[in-house]
């Protein structure tokens, strides 16, 4: 039996994949079930299986070919089967990229104004610290990185202040910047014997460079400084340092791009905040950690396990608009916001409302490393009815998230922080966490919201719940 396996679509938005890796080879045996390749989508690397067994008898696309959503990718059949109407039925896969290295796009300076300019900037017109040794050190135009030799161009500077031998200046003083006086320091140059451009007859980087550039000078500097010609007005010289670049955007980032605006656009949001005691839920958190054999809760896990239980109350707000109609759903399936360096992804935590404490906190764990390590399955990546975002561990205290649609809310969790609170009448320390929801109102109303929240808070707050 010939089995197609095609490009599958492994999320709402994918719309092409990437063959990332073949882990079987053409003339390897088969069994259903088996991971075959690694696909990359717009969200994440993802393992396929294999839906029928036989022998791989050909891939057609290449690792490193992106196709659309639908395409056959590879043949599985019987070695004796006849494959060729298949194949010929097929799109022609495109060629793997070829890996350029080329950099980024980066912006070219602005070009240096031309009225009134005296000129080609010198070489050593610019400075900066070597990051290695902090010593001052020209840059040239070109690199825009720092060049250990002196000044290239300093004998080829026909007029200026030049440099001078060491003369006590009057009175002790010299005028000078910082930077003047330590590229002065750096290079040996006397700034006594300079003529300061700056306010005030201040010597500034400018003169110092320009002293350089000249070379040393005869005895007389005290004439030169005299007879020194009037400075021609200032202009900004022309810079190496490029002002911006553009990164291409990730599939990932542009993934983002293009749906957030589809829900912070046309979703009405509104948000509901409250703020939880999470005294006894610290304790609790604390016990079931010093037992041995048990895997580590965090206080996410908590609040993963109360969401799914108040969901299970609230079904309005464990619900999607689906065209004229709104889709409650019967399970708990959350989606757990995970930061990696190319974006945001949510992985499906499913059936929470069933699974003790315990055993989510241990999918979570593994839920998360595999989503950052790029291993998650295909049923992982979608079917969410709900979603937190959990960013107390970067010490936010409370903010708000946007709708992962077709969702119809998230609830976004700040850090746990220890503040002066009135306990019976009485001030006291305890420990507070805020709670945001954002809500679909096409969905759900206000009030539906927080009812939603206030059974959230109540659980966190009667932590022994969260165990029967």
């Not at 993802?46 to 029928?52: D, L, M, Y």
């Not at 060629?95 to 290295?101: D, F, R, S």
């Not at 690199?143 to 007029?159: D, F, H, L």
């Not at 069933?354 to 241990?362: F, T």
Request: aromatic content about 2%.
């Amino acid at each position: 039996m010939i089995t197609k396996v095609v490009m599958p679509k492994l999320s709402d938005a994918m719309e092409t994949g990437k063959v990332i890796k073949w882990l079987k080879r053409e003339g390897d045996n088969i069994k259903g079930g088996d991971i075959i390749a690694e696909i990359e989508t717009d969200k994440a690397n993802v393992e396929i299986e294999a839906f029928g067994a036989g022998v791989l008898r050909k891939v057609i696309v290449d690792e490193g070919g992106q196709v659309p959503v639908g395409d056959l990718i590879a043949v599985i059949a019987d070695p004796a089967e006849n494959i060729d109407s298949v194949l010929a039925a097929a799109p022609k896969a495109p060629a793997a990229p070829a890996v350029t290295g080329a950099p980024p796009d980066v912006a070219k300076p602005a070009a240096a104004p031309t009225q009134g300019a005296p000129g080609p900037v010198p070489a050593t017109e610019t400075y900066k610290s070597a990051p290695e040794t902090g010593k001052v050190v020209p840059m040239t135009p070109e690199s825009g990185r720092p060049q250990p030799a002196a000044p290239a161009a300093a004998a080829a500077a026909p007029t200026g202040p030049r440099l001078v031998a060491s003369v006590p200046a009057p009175g002790g003083r010299v005028k000078a910047s910082p930077l003047a006086k330590k590229i002065a320091a750096q290079s040996g140059v006397d700034l006594a014997g300079l003529h300061g451009s700056g306010p005030g007859g201040r010597i500034v980087r400018r003169d110092v460079e320009e002293a350089l550039a000249a070379g040393p000078a005869p005895a007389a500097a005290p004439a030169a400084r005299a007879a020194a010609p009037a400075r021609a007005p200032f202009v900004v010289p022309a810079r190496s340092d490029a002002e911006y670049e553009d990164v291409p955007l990730t599939p990932m980032r542009a993934t983002i791009a293009k749906r957030m605006p589809l829900s912070k656009g046309p979703v009405p949001h509104f948000y509901v905040t409250s703020e939880v005691a999470m005294d006894r839920a610290a304790e609790l958190r604390t016990e079931l950690n010093a037992l041995e054999g048990s895997p580590k809760v965090s206080v996410n896990d908590l609040v993963i396990r109360a969401c799914a239980l108040a969901l299970m109350r609230h079904p309005g707000v464990n619900a999607t608009l689906q065209g004229q109609a709104v889709r409650m759903y019967h399970r708990a399936h959350i989606g757990l916001a995970v930061a990696l360096e190319a974006g945001l992804i949510t992985p499906v935590l499913r059936d929470c409302d069933v699974k003790p404490l315990v055993q989510i906190a241990a999918e979570a764990r593994d839920l998360a490393e595999r989503a950052r390590a790029g291993k998650l399955r295909a049923s992982e990546l979608s079917g969410a009815t709900f979603s937190i975002s959990n960013l107390g561990m970067f010490d936010v205290e409370e903010f708000s998230a946007i709708i992962n649609p077709p969702e119809g809310a998230i609830l976004a969790v700040g850090s746990m922080l220890e503040k002066p609170v009135v306990v019976d009448g009485a001030l006291a320390v305890g420990r507070r966490m805020k709670m945001t929801i954002s809500c679909d109102h096409r969905v759900m109303d206000g009030a539906m919201g927080a009812r939603f929240l206030q059974d959230v808070k109540r659980l966190l707050e009667e932590p022994l719940r969260l165990l029967v």
